[in-house]
């Protein structure tokens, strides 16, 4: 069974950073492109970043190249995402998922919060 | 504003079809296949359509996915009162150069 497990999320003040991880399980991680989507409270998904399988290739959305890093370990199973000089707008739930037959397996999601 | 454009809400009656749509243009539904996801209240969004119309191992026949130009459609036959969630479409957009998501439909089973 595919299971992808997020952490790191957590309460962060404007302009602090965080590294989020996603555990990646049941399925051979290293052949897959791998993406963050993230979701606000209250509003629609919004893809972040992908990456391919040896970590050669990264796509970022416009708003948030510079301050979000995406990389993977293959040899750890997993993804991660280094979000730094955070704001209030990126108060969201962030999810990792699996691009095999477009996002066909996600996680439960992080919660990160921005506040001060 | 979402490149990709959805009404933000539908409804019906128990047992009726509906269908959700969803608009883009050239450089992202003209010429890629579009993905439908359906995200049940507070959990996470699972795919329900993928390449226009195939449905991954477990999702009810009852749903059902096309394409036609610059514009995706989702249809549900049968509506149930589980069926009730918000439903995105996603695509690949090749001017961005990253997957854009339609801003989302709430289903409202009546």
């Known amino acids: 069974e595919v299971q992808l497990v997020e952490s790191g999320g957590g309460l962060v003040q404007p302009g602090g950073s965080l590294r989020l991880s996603c555990a990646a399980s049941?399925?051979?991680?290293?052949?897959?492109?791998m993406d963050w989507v993230r979701q606000a409270p209250g509003k629609g998904l919004e893809w972040v970043a992908n990456i391919n399988q040896d970590g050669s290739q990264k796509n970022y959305v416009d708003s948030m190249k510079g301050r979000f890093t995406i990389s993977r370990d293959n040899t750890k199973n997993s993804l991660y995402l280094q979000v730094n000089s955070l704001r209030d707008d990126d108060t969201a739930i962030y999810y990792c998922?699996?691009?095999?037959?477009?996002?066909?397996?996600w996680g439960q999601g992080t919660l990160v919060t921005v506040s001060s | 504003q979402s490149v990709l454009t959805q009404s933000p809400s539908a409804s019906g009656t128990p047992g009726q079809r509906v269908t959700i749509s969803c608009s883009g243009s050239n450089s992202n539904i003209g010429r890629h296949t579009v993905n439908w996801y359906q995200q049940l209240p507070g959990t996470a969004p699972k795919l329900l359509i993928y390449s226009n119309n195939q449905r991954p191992s477990g999702v009810p026949d009852r749903f059902s996915g096309s394409k036609s130009g610059t514009s995706g459609s989702l249809a549900i036959s049968g509506l149930q009162s589980e069926d009730e969630a918000d439903y995105y479409c996603?695509?690949?957009?090749?001017?961005?150069?990253?997957?854009?998501f339609g801003g989302g439909t709430k289903l409202t089973v009546l």
């Open positions: 996603a695509v690949w957009d090749d001017h961005l150069e990253n997957w854009v």
């Open positions: 998922a699996r691009e095999g037959h477009a996002f066909d397996n």
């Open positions: 049941g399925f051979t991680f290293s052949k897959y492109w």
